[in-house]
């Protein structure tokens, strides 16, 4: 790799383990036609350029594809674009016009002269690689503080523990969601995720005791049995022993997280593990949409005219519509049934007997809550699109991470023996599982979803210097905006040892670094008292449900859901990779899910129970939507 460190700060860094810096120069091989020029100026500054040219001219080619359709004086721009506004390519000239035009701005001033640059084109960062792993090259780099000012926009790109618990917690009123929430705002309107600090205080105050604990025990038992719904298909598939199945369990996954999240969100039933549907087909329109806005570089869907143009947006608009008046039609039946209480009341409960027990009918349950169906349907969408690629997410991962390691696999099935065999989790039950739950913990750490959390600076403020940044801090004006790195801070080699390697028994070692001069407490898992390590235990070291006010509302149903079904499937399941782990590495490299799927075989494990739960355990009855697990 032919990056180099270049300033006193960067040299008084810590030199990188050896493991890592082979792991990184592995998964940054295709980085090495970078070329960095060091600066002496009074502002650091790393300039990268990309050699090749094939690249520039593919790059090219799909962006003027893109954008061409419809910027109607096509020609007269691109040349514009290309010779006026001067250095970089075709793309790049492109992405700073459409950038300007679109948003109304250019280089919009972010402070901070002390802190690092890294400067280039767009197409520096469009190579084979996500922005979010070519983020990690520049970490290393320039710091945990650094800016990124590729193409028209400036970022402040932060990677450094110190500096997310400032951002996220000591300072956090001072940000919003910025660019995320101009993304998000069409398909989320004023849900949790995007809104601003204004319509955020009062939707989070109401909507956080919904997620209370006899929900939540119940959402378990739910999760139970969704999963089994996933085993007994698996078993269909498995059933003829002279063939080997082999399936795509990403799908399985986000057939999986559907389903439960339909269920828990608003009692609907997609059951998308066994059939196919107009609502499902809009719904995953929708998320792939979500994807495809928070990782393209320029916002041409705000041009006008793009939803009538453009075919995606086209499918975008006609999806957003159908999945609306879905839900519409469930929250009119909701509201139709109301039953009014105090919050006290409706959290007592008895939740065995609620046959509805879906946060829509909690949120319109509530004295005093009055949301308008707007605001509802906003919550409902922001819930639906939060909790279900993430959830599907981590249990690919943490699949892949079992496949690969028979050491993990030994250590994660004889516990799920012992403590349950083939009897139906209750919380405790999962709570006791603790190889499951770091399985799920660790595949977090290593591929956190979504990689990067964004904000934008209401005030001007001044960001700590971090390890070795600036004593002083570093001062930023109103309206910076900031990409934090979980993906840099999860493997970050000054917060972890061996960061690169997938580790079980990780979060059961303390681990300090004392070059933070104690500005870090470290990571303590005598901490631990919850069902995963978090940003307390790890003083900000490890944020998969990000930290502060606006950390994830769902952690707790998501973690419990996927050590649910991890535990309902290795059970009863052998996982094997049907793919070289190379291709799903290199997939996951292209997209923030794996591109090709999980494809893995699969054989029943003998003596367990592929179609059901035994042993009496759980009285609490099947949750609406999945099938009653056999007693
Ligand atoms: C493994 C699964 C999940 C992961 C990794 C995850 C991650 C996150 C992260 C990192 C944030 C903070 C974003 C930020 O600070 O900008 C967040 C926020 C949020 N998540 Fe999750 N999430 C998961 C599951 C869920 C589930 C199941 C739900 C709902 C049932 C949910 C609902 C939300 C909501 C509503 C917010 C916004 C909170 C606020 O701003 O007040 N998430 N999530």
Redesign the pocket.
């Known amino acids: 790799m032919s990056l180099t460190c270049c300033t006193p700060i960067q040299a008084a860094r810590p030199p990188l383990p050896v493991q890592s810096l082979g792991a990184l120069r592995s998964s940054f091989a295709d980085l090495s036609s970078f070329k960095v020029h060091k600066a002496q100026a009074s502002r650091r500054r790393v300039v990268a350029r990309r050699a090749s040219t094939a690249v520039h001219a593919s790059e090219a080619l799909n962006l003027v594809k893109n954008v061409a359709l419809f910027f109607t004086p096509g020609a007269l721009l691109t040349a514009y674009a290309w010779f006026v506004l001067g250095k970089g390519n075709l793309a790049d000239g492109l992405s700073r016009l459409l950038t300007v035009l679109s948003q109304g701005y250019l280089n919009p001033n972010t402070g901070g002269e002390n802190i690092p640059v890294t400067e280039g084109e767009l197409s520096d960062l469009a190579g084979d690689q996500p922005l979010f792993v070519n983020l990690f090259n520049f970490f290393i780099e320039c710091g945990g503080v650094y800016k990124l000012a590729f193409g028209p926009k400036c970022f402040i790109v932060v990677s450094d523990p110190v500096v997310f618990r400032h951002i996220?917690r000591e300072n956090a009123f001072n940000y919003d969601?910025g660019v995320?929430a101009e993304i998000l705002e069409p398909i989320m309107g004023k849900?949790?995720?995007p809104?601003d600090l204004e319509t955020?205080k009062p939707r989070?105050r109401a909507?956080q005791p919904a997620?209370h604990m006899a929900y939540i025990n119940s959402m378990v038992q739910m999760f139970n049995d969704c999963a089994m719904k996933t085993s007994t298909k698996l078993e269909r598939l498995t059933a003829d022993p002279s063939k080997t199945a082999v399936v795509d369990m990403e799908k399985e996954f986000y057939n999986l997280a559907l389903d439960i999240?339909g269920v828990?969100?608003f009692n609907y039933d997609f059951d998308s593990v066994n059939s196919e549907s107009p609502i499902i087909d809009a719904v995953y329109g929708l998320l792939k949409e979500c994807e495809h806005r928070s990782t393209f570089y320029l916002p041409y869907w705000n041009l006008p005219l793009a939803n009538v143009v453009v075919p995606r947006q086209r499918k975008f608009s006609a999806d957003i519509k159908f999945v609306n008046d879905e839900l519409d039609v469930l929250i009119n039946k909701a509201r139709a049934n109301r039953t009014v209480d105090d919050i006290e009341a409706l959290q007592n409960r008895n939740y065995d007997e609620v046959s509805d027990p879906s946060?829509l009918r909690f949120l319109l349950d509530m004295r005093g809550e009055d949301a308008t169906n707007l605001q509802l349907r906003d919550?409902l969408m922001?819930?639906l699109i939060?909790?279900?690629e993430?959830?599907a997410?981590?249990l690919t991962w943490a699949l892949f991470g079992f496949a690969m390691h028979p050491e993990i696999q030994e250590a994660v099935v004889s516990e799920i023996d012992e403590i349950l065999g083939d009897r139906k989790p209750t919380y405790d039950d999962l709570a006791a599982l603790e190889n499951t739950r770091l399985l799920c913990a660790e595949s977090?750490r290593l591929y956190?979803?979504?990689p990067v959390?964004?904000?934008r600076a209401l005030e001007d403020d001044v960001l700590p210097g971090g390890l070795n940044g600036d004593p002083n801090g570093y001062p930023i004006d109103k309206g910076t905006d900031l990409f934090l790195s979980?993906w840099n801070l999860h493997r970050s080699p000054y917060l972890w040892d061996n960061a690169e390697e997938f580790d079980l028994g990780r979060f059961k070692r303390p681990n300090t670094n004392e070059d933070f001069n104690g500005a870090w407490a470290g990571y303590d898992p005598e901490k631990m008292g919850q069902l995963y390590p978090n940003e307390y235990t790890s003083d900000f070291a490890y944020?998969?449900?990000?930290?502060?006010?606006?950390?994830?509302?769902?952690?707790q149903?998501?973690?419990l859901?996927?050590t649910s079904a991890l535990a309902v499937l290795l059970r009863r399941y052998h996982f094997e990779l049907a793919t070289t782990p190379e291709e799903v590495g290199r997939a996951f490299g292209a997209s923030i899910h794996t591109e090709n799927g999980l494809k893995m075989k699969i054989t029943r494990r003998e003596g367990t129970q592929p179609a059901g739960f035994s042993g009496g355990v759980s009285t609490a009855a099947a949750a609406p939507g999945c099938p009653a697990a056999a007693a």
Do not use: N, S, Y
Request: with cysteine.
């Open positions: 996220l969601k995320l849900g949790l995720i809104a955020w989070r909507i997620f999240i828990g969100v946060l919550d922001t819930m939060a909790g279900h993430t959830t997410a981590v977090l956190p979803q979504p959390l964004i904000r979980v944020v998969p449900f990000g930290g502060g006010p606006r950390k994830c509302i769902g952690d149903f998501a973690f859901e996927a």
